[in-house]
């Protein structure tokens, strides 16, 4: 699989824009009138004051003490970096804060401790108990950070828990129980050999030896070779209580028939040897990073038989931290725990092991582009998995119910489940599996536009991110110049430009023009000036003859003109099929909006239609539709000659025996509401709409550019669907980002 190419340029602009840092705090409450400003400070903000003075229990009722997490560093072990100080871990920091919101809705903010002395962050540290519901140390440096989290843990009431040890070793637990099941071995029997004893290292020994692993059958190595009963050399407590009976000295001698290889060091500290030298059924979590001990291939090469994972995302089996702590602290925070102990880390990885063996819903096997089944390519769930969510924190949760850590119980833990679906942001997930399908695909997408700076940020974006070749219509005198003023003159040789003044196929192209347009009033003369001179025309000349797999343009100029176009070399009109899909993106739910493009003003067989194609679009998301035809009016009333083809149009679906739900006509309210749907209890629709289809295309439209424009409403597309091949029209706001989703749904073939 084609390996990501991040750019020190783009890393900067990422951290750069639209502002300095990765998040934002967000008011939760109304602070519009002088009475929201009452209530929420003086005087109204007395109130829960005293009764948190009261009973201090009630802080989790009334603050965001009990969603609130400190991502805490001095910066002394930044990810493979090292010590670089507590202001440099500050962007590492931002970002684990930004992955607790993404993945479990839990709010988090970095603190950067200035201080190497462990005694001055446990101060500092026990000193913040009031403000949040648990603690995340981070990259701090061993042995300090053992010393700090168990005296953090024996001096705070809510839980603290070092990410970079017990974050891994949950994973990895999770990964090597499946591993082990597919291998036919029980932990107590396998023989151990882990590379690497930090604290990671450590944590995952500990981990592994509390689910049934025998101390003697794991073997801790070092820099110096295999700690063992009486070594003196480079020793400290924590390797001390590892210390194996064995004649071992060597990583090498320790691998001979091992059962099971862990590496948390570096890259090419396994040989092929070493793994030649293994017992049946290795299995390698080589989680060395950036590189992995020995890759995947080279292990494979000498044992087929080998289950290999890795923490990179381009290999399968990716041991990713992502995996757990979000949902750790989900968990805990949810019975407002005084600690995450040993059996909820047990739980959460027996629960993410467990969700590995079963069957893969299709929608998440889509939003990935493979078909993922329990086997050795799939013994971890993947990051972007949305069952993870409703699966980790309640068994998480009911480990700490049991073991007494909980200071408030859940008692529905099925209300519970549904409660934590709701509260995800689904969207993210979608982009992400778009991109993932992408990726696989490695399509030679055409950025039409290559005099556009933003459409050559996004062609160079597209190559680096390995989500396949980028094919740039221009001059490269031009585009080399637009790239070298973006700061990126460094791309010049990674793109291949287009120009069509000199293309090799322009004799195939015109003759296959004129074909099409002889009778539509166009000569010889104005094929000739389209095919050289229209960027969009050469550009979808270029697609239809099989010289690039999908089309991205419309940044520099309207979509109209640009489908008009695009409609002299393949059939994009209405009576084609052809339609407008805008998925709007907002507040974690995503709304299709239909037809946004194509279709003037439509009647009910043709919104029949579009609903059709708009069914199709939402699938290829990893939706399941929902088709909502909506008007003013809502079931017939008030009675409107305008809303009769609203109401006409699901009649025309009934005779078409279309394999997706569908209702209308219906207000917008009703349409996106639950509480208002069921005041109607005979609409057909299980749940909230996910797809509109309106009345026209300036309805349409008014709809998205209000929504975009009051509500900061995410906008991609319109997604063009309907035609031969993959073609994708941008806004002419398009940001690079936008244009970048927009070659990847292209890439996808969505639509």
């Keep these: 699989m084609t390996k990501t190419k991040i750019t020190a340029e783009e890393a900067l602009a990422y951290h750069l824009e639209p502002r300095p840092g990765k998040y934002d705090i967000v008011a939760s409450t109304p602070m519009a009138t002088q009475r929201d400003l009452s209530l929420a400070y003086s005087p109204g903000v007395a109130v829960p004051v005293h009764a948190i003075a009261e009973r201090p229990e009630t802080a989790y009722d009334y603050t965001v003490k009990g969603n609130m997490v400190a ?12 010590n670089l100080g507590a202001l440099a871990s500050k962007p590492v920091m931002e970002g684990k804060a930004v992955l607790f919101k993404r993945f479990a809705d839990v709010n988090a903010i970095d603190i950067e401790l200035d201080t190497e002395d462990p005694e001055e962050i446990i101060k500092a540290v026990s000193l913040m108990g009031p403000t949040f519901g648990g603690i995340n140390l981070e990259d701090i440096k061993a042995p300090e950070c053992f010393i700090i989290e168990q005296r953090l843990k024996e001096m705070m009431d809510i839980p603290v828990f070092h990410d970079d040890q017990h974050g891994t070793a949950v994973i990895c637990a999770a990964g090597l129980l499946n591993a082990l099941e597919i291998s036919g071995k ?12 930090g604290a990671a290292g450590i944590a995952c020994l500990e981990l592994l030896k509390s689910m049934g692993a025998r101390h003697d059958n794991c073997i801790m190595c070092d820099t110096k070779g295999v700690i063992y009963q009486g070594r003196t050399e480079g020793m400290n407590q924590w390797k001390s209580a590892h210390a194996a009976r064995t004649e071992a000295r060597t990583l090498e001698e320790a691998m001979q028939g091992a059962d099971v290889f862990l590496g948390v060091s570096a890259k090419g500290a396994v040989t092929p040897e070493m793994v030649a030298s ?5 299995v390698i979590f080589a989680m060395a990073n950036p590189d992995p001990e020995i890759t995947p291939e080279e292990a494979h090469a000498v044992r087929a038989d080998a289950i290999v994972a890795t923490g990179r995302s381009d290999y399968p089996n990716q041991v990713n931290n992502v995996l757990g702590f979000p949902y750790l602290f989900r968990g805990a925070l949810d ?12 739980a959460c990885a027996k629960a993410l092991a467990a969700l590995a063996r079963e069957d893969v819903p299709d929608e998440v096997a889509m939003a990935y582009g493979r078909k993922l089944a329990f086997g050795r390519d799939y013994i971890i769930p993947t990051p972007f998995d949305p069952r993870l969510i409703h699966v980790i924190p309640p068994a998480v949760a009911k480990a700490g119910m049991d073991t007494g850590v909980a200071r408030r119980p859940i008692i529905d833990l099925k209300g519970y489940e549904a409660a934590l679906k709701a509260r995800m942001d689904p969207t993210a997930s979608i982009l ?4 993932a399908r992408a990726k696989a695909a490695q399509a030679r997408m055409i950025f039409a536009e290559g005099d556009d700076p933003r459409v050559l940020r996004a062609a160079v974006a597209y190559q680096r991110a390995g989500l ?46 004129y074909q099409r347009l002889q009778r539509q009033g166009f000569d010889d003369h104005d094929i000739r000036r389209l095919a050289t001179r229209d960027r969009h025309v050469f550009s979808a000349l270029m697609l239809a003859h099989g010289h690039g797999d999908g089309l991205i343009t419309g940044a520099t100029r309207k979509s109209a003109h640009v489908l008009s176009l695009i409609n002299h070399v393949f059939d994009a009109k209405a009576a084609d099929g052809a339609v ?10 995503i709304v299709l909006i239909s037809d946004t493009l194509v279709h003037e003003w439509p009647d009910a067989q043709d919104l029949a239609q579009i609903a059709i194609r708009s069914a199709s679009v939402a699938r290829g998301l990893g939706l399941e539709p929902r088709v909502a035809f909506v008007s003013f009016s809502t079931f017939g009333y008030p009675v409107s000659e305008r809303a009769t083809k609203m109401h006409d149009a699901p009649k025309a679906l009934d005779a078409m025996k279309v394999d997706f739900e569908y209702d209308g006509e219906m207000a917008v309210d009703v349409a996106l509401n639950a509480q208002a749907m069921s005041q109607y209890p005979f609409c057909r629709l299980s ?9 026209a295309r300036h309805s349409a439209s008014i709809s998205v550019k209000l929504m975009q424009e009051m509500a900061g409403a995410t906008v991609i597309g319109p997604i063009l669907t309907g035609v031969k091949k993959p073609i994708q029209i941008c806004s002419t706001n398009s940001t690079v980002n936008d244009i970048l989703n927009m070659a990847a749904l292209a890439a996808c073939k969505i639509g």
């Design 278 to 282: 293994m017992a049946e059924n290795p």
């Design 687 to 695: 749940g909230p709409a996910n797809i509109l289809v309106v009345p």
């Design 580 to 589: 407008g899909v805008t998925a709007l993106l907002h507040k974690g739910r």
């Design 71 to 82: 991502v805490i560093s001095n910066g002394t072990a930044i990810l493979g970096l090292g």
């Design 468 to 513: 396949g070749k980028a094919l740039v219509v221009g001059r490269e005198t031009e585009v080399r110049e637009k790239l070298e003023a973006a700061g990126l003159q460094d791309a010049v040789r990674e793109l291949e430009v287009v120009n069509a003044g000199n293309s090799r196929h322009l004799d195939q192209y015109k003759d296959f023009l």
């Design 432 to 435: 992400q599996g778009v991109h």
């Design 186 to 197: 029980k932990i107590e029997d396998v023989k151990i050999v882990l590379n690497g004893a």
């Design 335 to 346: 019975i407002h725990a005084r600690a995450i102990n040993d059996e909820m880390k047990i």
